[in-house]
C-alpha cells in the first residue's frame, strides 16, 4: 500500500476522538490536525520502519521513516506541508511506540472497517 493510498483512507477516519485533545477545536479546519501521534503509529504498523519525532511551530511533532529510509508525513497539512512529505527535522525517535494509547486503537479499528470496505 502506498502512503498516498493510507492518507486517502486516513481522511476517512480521523476524528475529533483520535484528535490530540488540546486541538480539537481546531479539527474543522485541518483534519489531519492532532492526529501526528496515532497516525505515525498506523504507519509503523502497516508500512514498518520507525516513527520520528521533532518540534515544529513550538509542538511536538511525530512522522515517519520508512523501512527504505524515505521519510513520510500523513499529517504535514497541518503545517503547510501536502499530507505525505514530512515539513520537519527531525531530533529523535519515537523508541517504544505505545499501541494501547486510547487514540491509536479507535482510529486502527476505523482504519480496518475502512480497508475491508474498499
Known amino acids: 500500500m502506498y502512503p498516498e493510498e493510507i492518507r486517502e483512507i486516513l481522511l476517512d477516519c480521523w476524528n475529533p476522538i483520535t484528535m490530540y485533545p488540546v486541538k480539537k477545536?481546531?479539527?474543522?479546519?485541518?483534519?489531519?490536525?492532532?492526529?501526528?501521534?496515532?497516525?505515525?503509529?498506523?504507519?509503523?504498523?502497516?508500512?514498518?520502519?520507525?516513527?520520528l519525532r521533532g518540534l515544529i511551530m513550538g509542538e511536538i511533532h511525530y512522522w515517519n521513516k520508512l523501512p527504505n529510509g524515505k521519510q513520510i508525513?500523513?499529517?504535514?497539512?497541518?503545517?503547510?506541508?501536502?499530507?505525505?512529505?514530512?515539513?520537519c527535522t527531525p531530533t529523535g525517535e519515537r523508541r517504544n511506540p505505545n499501541y494501547n494509547n486510547k487514540r491509536f486503537k479507535i482510529l486502527w479499528h476505523r482504519w480496518i472497517r475502512r480497508v475491508k470496505l474498499k
Open 25 to 51: 477545536m481546531s479539527w474543522v479546519r485541518t483534519k489531519s490536525r492532532g492526529q501526528c501521534y496515532p497516525t505515525a503509529l498506523l504507519v509503523k504498523r502497516v508500512l514498518g520502519g520507525k516513527i
Open 73 to 87: 508525513d500523513l499529517t504535514s497539512d497541518q503545517y503547510g506541508g501536502n499530507g505525505i512529505d514530512a515539513v
